[in-house]
């Protein structure tokens, strides 16, 4: 077999040796991937995470005092002629989850509705609903509604509701996309009626540009924007938390300051490329032979018992049916140790002292997961500790409940 398609591991060894310096080099000078924000909420959450940070920033009245600065800049993305200047900033007054609005942002004579989609699906009559809400509790008539009520949709993926969700039911899209039109309908469901003449301004505001909407101002130049000025150091704090989250977002963007080995790998050559990619195959392929053989001598060695390979590895990688490889088992038969027992569950990993379908002691948790094992960079050596751990705290306390 030709070498061509072999990593030359010489070249290979030393690429690993520079990435991990650069990398521990970077990690010992502060550089780090930490995100707050992330860390409690999940980056996709519309609600929680983005509609109410963007509403705690443009909020006038917000814990910031500073003043409109922020809804300022939100307000200078909005790139539609009959919407520029729809707000008085002055008197203008910002909402949050109002009559399950996302965002309302009105001086109460102008209305700006803003419905923010990340990866939730558009909901049946629900633009036309949020107009309907806005038009009753405003009392705004049909005939003033084009001029007083706005529609804005925030999103980082598509330009405006699907069709099929019937979102807008009672309007049309004008050919330009720039207003909702009232179709002279009445919807059967909900008697929805919007006169033709009705003409609702409506601006689609990406999350960040791509290579259809390239000319379009985004939320990302918001916050780019709002760091520019002179910030205190918890509100600029804040803003770049939220800058690394869209980063997050962004599809095919390298967002982590501390490198991986994709990272490194992307910017050497293509001959070290090659090895590079080669290796990652050799050593994706050699992982959970690796993770298994180091488990099995490890408990032998700490308790006399050889754990079933085959089992192992087809409930590491979840091989076939859940019934084959879940809730594998080993008992561990020593002396004064008959009841030891090695779990392995759906996702969890548990080890102590069980007769029949009961743990002893006040319970038993975890000394390990498969996710652990497999994607964190010391996930097996964790595991092994808790397990030398166990074996250790046992021989010299009651053995009661594991650790």
């Known amino acids: 077999m030709s070498n061509i398609f072999l990593p030359q591991y010489h070249s290979v060894e030393a690429s690993l040796l520079a990435f991990k310096e650069q990398r521990e080099k970077d990690i010992a000078m502060g550089i780090n991937d930490y995100s707050l924000l992330n860390s409690v909420l999940r980056i996709n959450d519309e609600v929680r995470l983005h509609s109410r940070f963007i509403y705690s920033m443009i909020n006038p009245l917000g814990n910031h005092y500073r003043n409109e600065i922020f809804l300022s800049e939100f307000l200078n993305l909005i790139q539609h002629p009959n919407i520029k200047n729809f707000i008085d900033i002055s008197n203008a007054n910002v909402l949050c989850e109002w009559q399950n609005i996302d965002l309302l942002i009105h001086d109460n004579s102008h209305f700006l509705i803003i419905e923010n989609k990340l990866r939730a699906k558009d909901q049946e ?25 706005a529609v804005i949709y925030l999103s980082k993926n598509r330009s405006g509701p699907y069709e099929e969700s019937r979102s807008i039911i009672g309007f049309n899209f004008t050919d330009d996309f720039y207003y909702l039109q009232g179709n002279g309908f009445t919807d059967k469901c909900r008697d929805f009626y919007f006169p033709s003449y009705v003409n609702i301004p409506y601006y689609h505001l990406p999350y960040f540009k791509n290579k259809i909407w390239k000319n379009k101002k985004t939320i990302y130049d918001w916050v780019t924007n709002c760091l520019k000025n002179d910030l205190p150091e918890n509100i600029a704090t804040s803003f770049q938390e939220y800058h690394l989250i869209l980063n997050k977002l962004i599809p095919n963007h390298t967002w982590r300051k501390v490198k991986t080995m994709s990272d ?44 079933n390979k085959t089992k192992l590895i087809n409930w590491l990688l979840k091989k076939g049916r859940q019934e084959k490889w879940k809730d594998y088992i080993e008992l561990v038969n020593i002396e004064n140790r008959e009841n030891l027992t090695l779990h392995f569950a759906l996702n969890n990993i548990f080890l102590g002292e069980k007769k029949g379908d009961t743990w002893a002691g006040a319970g038993v948790t975890p000394i390990g997961n498969r996710d652990q094992l497999l994607k964190e960079i010391d996930g097996l050596y964790k595991f092994l500790d808790k397990l030398k751990d166990y074996n250790y705290n046992s021989d010299t306390t009651s053995g009661n409940s594991p650790a």
Do not use: W
């Not at 609903?129 to 005939?143: D, H, Q």
């Not at 992307?266 to 050593?283: R, S, T």
């Open 264 to 307: 490194f790998a992307m910017e050497q050559n293509e001959g070290k490329q090659k090895d590079l990619y080669a290796f990652m195959i050799e050593a994706q392929k050699a992982l959970p032979n690796f993770i298994c053989d180091k488990i099995i001598n490890v408990f032998s060695d700490l308790y006399g018992t050889e754990i």
């Open 125 to 149: 009559h629900q633009i036309s609903r949020y107009i309907e809400t806005v038009m009753k509790k405003f009392n705004i008539s049909y005939n003033e509604s084009s001029d007083r009520i």
